[in-house]
């Protein structure tokens, strides 16, 4: 997947631009082939969440229904953690590119604040519609998570977010704290078991943010 990003680096990579792959989800210049063998996959895939859910997802299910060995699919993807983030990846097109070059106050041109309480009402609200496959790859494999492109992305966000806002503190682990409380297995809880709203949870996360940063 491509991530346009006129505004919010990764950390030692750069500005990343349209068009430009990131490492360890899309290859560079994918053969044609491939590229349509990924897709099978990836469309199985969801096939699959839809009628069995994330948990009975497995890679001998997916080779089955895409019609490939087993062995193509671990070729693919490496292990199950890594089908789950290939599969968050391409779900969360639309949200990454809503918060970089959307319009406010989500994307540019709202107040640092305002862009981070939008951000975190926008990630609740992709966590209810498919908080499973969010906590699938948030849990199944935290490592990979958390030194993913995803995750990577997100937490550049709110770094930069923070930062023109004149947050204090050390500044990256503020931004993963904020993360935090938008993990998918918390707010599933917090949903499904603590009984609170999205907007609830939501206007909790404001509450934060408006704790945290100065403008």
Known sequence: MNYPTPDAPLPGRGLLRVGTP???ISEPAERADAARNRQLLLDAAHELLREQGVDSLTMDMLAKRAGVGKGTVFRRFGNRSGLMLA??????????EAFISGPPPLGPGAAPADRLVAFGRARLQDIELEG????????????????????GLLRAHVTMLLRQAEAAGEIPLL????LGTLAAALVLHQMHVQGYTRAQIGDNWERLIRHVVTR
């Open 132 to 151: 499973d496959l969010h906590r699938a790859a948030e849990i199944g494999g935290a490592a990979e998570w958390y030194s993913s492109p995803p995750y």
């Open 175 to 178: 931004a993963d704290a904020l």
């Open 87 to 96: 599969l968050l990846d391409h779900s969360e097109r639309k949200f990454q």
């Open 22 to 24: 990131l490492p360890g």
